[in-house]
Every structure is written in structure tokens, then in C-alpha cells.
């Protein structure tokens, strides 16, 4: 195996491209984010690493917006995603030049897949080390999720999660993801933190969340919101184990 | 498709825009392949230099400047009408030139001044809009269509291009008309007239438009007319009126008609 994977352009006898899987790895250790459609709304959370006590914290966003529709988190290496996020800006207004018209959110996903996937096919680059979760609306007000991973490949979702313990949220997701789960903004939102929550300690302070909204620009949850939800969702918690403890009972 | 790889550079770095997108003084060598950039393949045309050919304006070869073209939008989609003379001086060279482009079932481009780079930019923009289609699995919008081909002749602004066309047709946010040369300019407009005889044309035109909703019968006959009326006065257009209608479903031709044809039909009218 080691001799497969020091070059990314080299396939391995039993087809793996070991540079990109290990890319993938480093997706893994980055902290989690979590991405939702819900039906006029789409949702971003993150989850917030512990900043030091000299560090700024409004320097350290790992939700971008990409033009005033779109935006997106990531999952890995910091460094990489900045580099996607600023050539993704640059094709936004790019294609707002050319076609006078706002991207899709297929179209700015599909250009960051294929700048991804062109970096495991050239000599002397790396891979991106990072994973991407896109939202927004098009112009027709259809709300958007996109993810892309590291080998360039990109897929539409209704909820998913990147980086540490995405498993875990996505398995949370799998099953709390209903109808009357995504029924108003509200319920959306409470959805993504429940789903962070599964995997961040001491809650709702290390949990960043954004909203776009239908033909509303980015908006970033202040905590002093976040704790309010936290809050009410615990709350429906304790209410739902005091109804089991009673049926029990009876 | 985009800026960036309109530059050719993997960021964008403004310093180089002035010196890559226009003319070139330097090496004799060094071609301006704007094609490379059109979608990333492998094609390559040879284009001569301003420096290898000399006098890049002052060339013998003649234009169809001599013509009349026009379009205009209405309540139903753009009417398309064109003449069909070329003429090489005071020498008429055929009456039976096909100035309307059809880009794709649903875009359509007229043809005025040079015949073989309407028609060879007209070509490259429909093999851009296919592409477009196909990746983006919708139609191309007029505006996105017409924008592809200004950009690419503005890269050989200076050249000796000679191109004056109208990039019409339907897209979902109504009918579209644009003016584009090979000038660089690109115009959003309700009507157009481009060539030698289009002042005689705006003249019929603009007086037929008074009414605000013209059916399409009366907007192809207004179309008809302009450019006889043009044929009528302009030594340089003649030959047939030839009419297209683009409406929500794409265009189709409806009319070829002699001008000396339609020269007996409204004469006998106005009797």
C-alpha cells in the first residue's frame, strides 16, 4: 500500500486513489457541521472549537457566504477551504458577468467539484482536504444542500453532516428528518441544533448557526438566540420523558 | 465561461487584463487563441497578428455593409427581417444571401458587414449555447447568449473584425433582442435596424409600432414593408424580404417574398 500513496496521480493495484481517501481522513478530523432544507428555509450549524483567551472569535468563521443566495460551510483544513471559498466568489460574480444571471446552487457546487477533482488529476498538487456543504436558493426560490468531498464528487441531500462524528449526526438525521420535522423555519432550525447537539459538549455555547431565508441574504444566529432554542428544546426533551415516565406508570 | 477563464489565469489578477483581452505590439509569435478559453478544448484556430498582416482596417476584401437587417420585440415575440443583396461595390453579387443565422431552434442572429465572420462567430456562439445547454440542463437565456459573443470578439477588437448582428429570441423571462458588433458594443433594446438601408426601415417601423399590440399578421407585414421601403431607396438591399417570427416555442420562417413582387402588391393597394 505505501507504495501507492505517496502520488496522488497513482491508482493503486485494487483501484484506490490513497491520497484522496487520505484527504478524506482530514475531512474527518475537522469539526462538525451540519447542513439542513427545510422548505422556505435552509440551515447552517457548526460546531464552534474552543477559542483561547487572547484569539479574536470573530475571526474564526467556518460559514462563508459565496454571493447573497449562496453560502457555505466546510469541514477540514482551514487553509484549503479558504482558497475554494474565495475562487467559488470569484465564479459567482464571474458567471453573474457573463450569463447576467445569479448562479445556481448546482452550478457554484458543480465548479467546486471540478476545481476539487482537478486537483487529484495534476502532478505535484495535493487534494483539497476539505468537504463542503453549499445552500441557498435558485432563482426560481427552490430551496438547495449540496455536499462535496475531497475526490471532487458532489450530491444533493435534504440534511447532512460533515466532519467529526458526521455518522453519528447523519444517523440522527436519518431518523428525525420528517415532514413535520422541517413543517416552519422554526422547527428547521431547532432540528440542526438537536442534530449538533448529538455531538458537541457543553451545548449551546460551542454551536454557530446560519439561516437563509427565501430571497433574504445570510443571517447569522446571535447565541443569545441559540441559548433560547437550546433551551426550549431541552425543555420539550424533559417534557417528552415526563409523558414516557407517565405511560410507563399507567 | 468565466472571467477567470476569460484572463487565463487560475486567480484573478486584474494587472493582466489590459494586456491579454486586446491587441498585441510584442512578439510576432504570439497568438491570442480566445478560443482555448471557450470551454477548455483543444481547439485551435491560427489567427494572423495585426503585426503580420499590416494595414489591419484598410483590407480589400468588402463587407455586407450594403444591407438592410431588422428586428423588434412586440407582444408576441420578435419579428426577424432581413434583405438578401450582397454587393461588391456597384456590383451586385447575389440576391439570394442568407442574412439570418439560425443560432438554434430557438435564437436567431442577422448578418451585417463582413459575411464570412457573421457566420463563423454566429456558428461558434450556437456550438457555446449547446454546451451551456447541456451542462446546465436548461436553455441558455438571450442575454447570457449574446454576452458569449461580445465577449468573444472583443478579443479581437482592433483586428479587422467587421460584424454587426442581432442575437434574438425567447427565453423564460420573455422575448429578447440584442444588438451586438464587433465594436465590443452590446445593446438591450425593443427594436432594432443595422446596415445602409436602415433608416429607411426605422422610418416604417416606427411609425407602424404607434399601436401598442400588434397581432402577429400585422407585425409581420410591418416587417415586410420596412424592408421593402429600405430595398425601395437603398442601392445596396434588394433581392427577397426574408421574415422570421420568434415566439415562446422557438422561431419559425415565415415568408420569403420578392421585392419586385411585393413592389407590384402595394402599388396595386395604393391604387
Redesign the interface.
Known amino acids: 500500500m505505501s507504495l501507492y500513496d505517496r502520488a496522488i496521480t497513482v491508482f493503486s493495484p485494487d483501484g484506490h486513489l490513497f491520497q484522496v481517501e487520505y484527504a478524506q481522513e482530514a475531512v474527518k478530523k475537522g469539526s462538525t457541521a451540519v447542513g439542513i432544507r427545510g422548505k422556505d428555509i435552509v440551515v447552517l450549524g457548526v460546531e464552534k472549537k474552543s477559542v483561547a483567551k487572547l484569539q479574536e472569535e470573530r475571526t474564526v468563521r467556518k460559514i462563508c457566504t459565496l454571493d447573497d443566495h449562496v453560502c457555505m460551510a466546510f469541514a477540514g483544513l482551514t487553509a484549503d477551504a479558504r482558497i475554494v471559498i ?2 467559488a466568489r ?2 459567482c ?3 453573474r ?5 445569479p448562479v ?1 446552487v448546482e ?1 457554484i457546487t ?2 467546486i467539484a471540478t476545481l476539487k477533482q482537478r486537483y487529484t488529476q495534476s502532478n505535484g498538487r495535493r487534494p483539497f482536504g476539505i468537504s463542503a456543504l453549499i445552500v441557498g436558493f435558485d432563482c426560481d426560490g427552490t430551496p438547495r444542500l449540496y455536499q462535496t468531498d475531497p475526490s471532487g464528487t458532489y450530491h444533493a441531500w435534504k440534511a447532512n453532516a460533515i466532519g467529526r462524528s458526521a455518522k453519528t449526526v447523519r444517523e440522527f438525521l436519518e431518523k428525525n428528518y420528517t415532514d413535520e420535522a422541517i413543517a416552519t423555519d422554526n422547527e428547521s432550525i431547532k432540528l440542526a441544533i438537536k442534530a449538533l447537539l448529538e455531538v458537541v459538549q457543553s451545548g449551546g455555547k460551542n454551536i454557530e448557526l446560519a439561516v437563509i431565508r427565501r430571497n433574504q441574504p445570510l443571517k447569522l444566529l446571535e447565541s443569545k438566540e441559540i441559548e433560547t432554542l437550546v433551551t426550549e428544546i431541552e425543555k420539550e426533551k424533559e417534557d417528552e420523558a415526563e409523558k414516557k415516565k407517565q405511560k410507563k406508570s399507567t | 465561461m468565466a472571467l477567470a477563464n476569460v484572463l487565463q489565469s487560475e486567480s484573478v489578477d486584474f494587472s493582466n487584463y489590459g494586456r491579454k483581452c486586446r491587441g498585441f505590439t510584442s512578439s510576432l509569435y504570439e497568438t491570442e487563441l480566445g478560443l482555448e478559453s471557450v470551454g477548455g478544448d483543444n481547439l485551435s484556430f491560427a489567427v494572423r497578428t495585426a503585426c503580420s498582416d499590416g494595414d489591419g482596417s484598410e483590407r480589400k476584401i468588402q463587407f455586407l455593409h450594403g444591407t438592410t437587417t431588422l428586428a423588434f420585440k412586440f407582444q408576441h415575440g420578435v419579428i426577424v427581417a432581413v434583405d438578401s443583396r450582397a454587393t461588391a461595390g456597384a456590383y451586385i453579387a447575389s440576391q439570394t444571401v442568407k442574412k439570418v443565422i439560425e443560432i438554434n431552434p430557438y435564437l436567431l442572429g442577422t448578418m451585417a458587414g463582413g459575411a464570412a465572420d457573421c457566420s463563423f462567430w454566429e456558428r461558434l456562439l450556437a456550438r457555446q449555447c449547446r454546451v451551456y445547454e447541456l451542462r446546465n440542463k436548461e436553455r441558455i437565456s438571450v442575454a447570457a447568449a449574446s454576452k458569449l459573443l461580445a465577449n468573444m470578439v472583443y478579443q479581437y477588437k482592433g483586428m479587422g473584425l467587421s460584424m454587426g448582428t442581432m442575437v434574438c429570441g425567447w427565453d423564460k423571462t420573455g422575448p429578447g433582442l440584442y444588438y451586438v458588433d464587433s465594436e465590443g458594443n452590446r445593446v438591450c433594446g425593443d427594436l432594432f435596424a443595422v446596415g445602409s438601408g436602415s433608416m429607411y426601415a426605422y422610418g416604417i417601423v416606427d411609425s407602424g409600432l404607434k399601436q401598442k399590440d400588434l397581432t402577429v399578421e400585422e407585425a409581420c407585414d410591418l416587417g415586410c414593408r420596412a424592408i421593402y421601403q429600405a430595398t425601395y431607396r437603398d442601392a445596396y438591399s434588394g433581392g427577397q424580404v426574408n421574415l422570421y417570427h420568434v415566439h415562446s416555442e422557438g422561431w419559425n420562417r415565415v415568408s420569403q417574398s420578392d421585392v419586385l413582387l411585393l413592389h407590384q402588391q402595394y402599388q396595386a393597394e395604393k391604387a
Do not use: A, G
Open positions: 474565495n475562487r470569484v465564479e460574480q464571474s458567471h458577468l457573463t450569463v447576467e444571471d445556481t452550478y458543480r465548479h
